[in-house]
């Protein structure tokens, strides 16, 4: 059984409202029929464990002419000393239980749990309205180019490192740019608006590129998956939709270098191999750590293809994932065949 990634934004979702379900509990229904009482502390008594320190409050209080001796759980209680006076509740069905008066926690958590939701609903409803401006652009899905065969020839995919708007390129042996997506909207909460731009056809698509998500999946042997939108689609679903398989392996003599065999409907188009940050063969250095490990979203491509736009596609799956094979995973990478 595999299990995909669960969007951010459902996580947040949760994770906000239960956050604004405890809020609301605790600031109006944890104390509900609980009267008001003043306490003395009796004791503070401080316990370190490791790196973390904790207090134990003792207080005296009296309740219908009886006195009531016990613990209670108050906020900065490193600042109280004994016959310090704490205003606090107590349950009158049984005045052995007493709490401290401070709602503060629950007042916090829905703040937080209001934002949460907030920013679940401001990334469902950006997410609605790219993909509806990607349907007037792309009416019936957006269409690669058909497969056009060339003479044979080594490119290179590089990624522009340092930023949180990075775009990626192919160049050719010259350092000719022949095809590139820039970043023209990002923002952290919703998915970024990029161009794709053909070089060699003068001809530019602009897409929705989601933030990466990961997630572990369970299955024969416990593997992550690694998978961002592509149009509001999981860009593994997309390659595949488009008719791409990759059979992933490691480079001869390099066990740490991964490459991918790229295939369009059945047929051989592209072979993808990890590189350093130098891509270019007269870049490289000899003796230079930089050059013993691959770089994330560096690769040397060779291919006959000339039309680029799905072949780009494929290797920028790859540079914003931390997938090594078309599954969104690394068992393929690893084991050489996929999991049934």
């Known amino acids: 059984m595999q299990i995909k990634g669960i969007k951010f934004k459902y996580i947040m979702a949760v994770a906000g409202v239960l956050a604004?379900?405890?809020?609301?509990?605790?600031?109006?229904?944890?104390?509900?029929?609980?009267?008001?009482?003043?306490?003395t502390v009796v004791s503070v008594e401080r316990e370190d464990a490791g790196e973390d320190t904790y207090y134990t409050v003792i207080v005296k209080y009296t309740v219908n002419g009886k006195q009531y001796q016990e613990e209670i759980s108050v906020n900065n209680a490193e600042k109280l000393k004994t016959g310090d006076t704490v205003e606090a509740?107590?349950?009158?069905?049984?005045?052995?239980?007493?709490?401290?008066?401070?709602t503060g926690a629950g007042i916090y958590m829905i703040v937080v749990g209001g934002l949460l939701v907030a920013g679940f609903v401001f990334m469902t409803a950006k997410e609605k309205s790219g993909k509806k401006e990607n349907e007037q652009l792309y009416p019936g899905g957006f269409k690669y180019a058909p497969s056009v065969k060339g003479e044979s020839r080594e490119l290179y995919f590089?990624?522009?490192t340092g930023t949180a708007k990075y775009g990626h390129r192919i160049e050719d042996k010259n350092r000719m740019v022949l095809f590139e997506a820039k970043v023209t909207k990002f923002t952290m909460l919703s998915a970024t608006?990029?161009?794709f731009i053909d070089h060699i056809h003068n001809k530019t698509m602009p897409h929705l590129i989601g933030h990466e998500e990961s997630?572990?999946?369970?299955?024969?042997?416990?593997?992550?998956y690694s998978t961002f939108s592509f149009d509001g689609e999981d860009i593994w679903d997309h390659l595949k939709r488009n008719g791409v398989k990759v059979e992933?392996?490691?480079?001869?003599?390099?066990?740490?270098w991964p490459q991918y065999r790229v295939y369009r409907d059945g047929e051989e188009i592209a072979l993808i191999q990890a590189s350093n940050y130098r891509v270019h063969e007269e870049d490289q250095t000899e003796g230079k750590l930089a050059n013993a490990v691959p770089a994330r979203g560096f690769y040397r491509i060779f291919t006959g293809e000339q039309n680029l736009d799905l072949l780009f596609t494929v290797a920028l799956a790859f540079a914003r994932t931390e997938a090594n094979d078309d599954r969104g995973g690394n068992y393929g990478l690893l084991f050489g065949k996929k999991k049934k």
């Open 215 to 224: 997630a572990e999946r369970s299955g024969f042997l416990i593997d992550n």
């Open 89 to 102: 509740l107590y349950k009158p069905s049984d005045p052995a239980v007493v709490k401290t008066k401070s």
């Open 158 to 160: 590089i990624t522009d």
């Open 248 to 256: 992933s392996s490691f480079m001869e003599g390099k066990p740490l």
């Open 193 to 195: 608006r990029m161009d």
């Open 20 to 39: 604004l379900a405890l809020g609301v509990y605790f600031t109006f229904f944890a104390t509900a029929g609980y009267k008001p009482v003043s306490t």
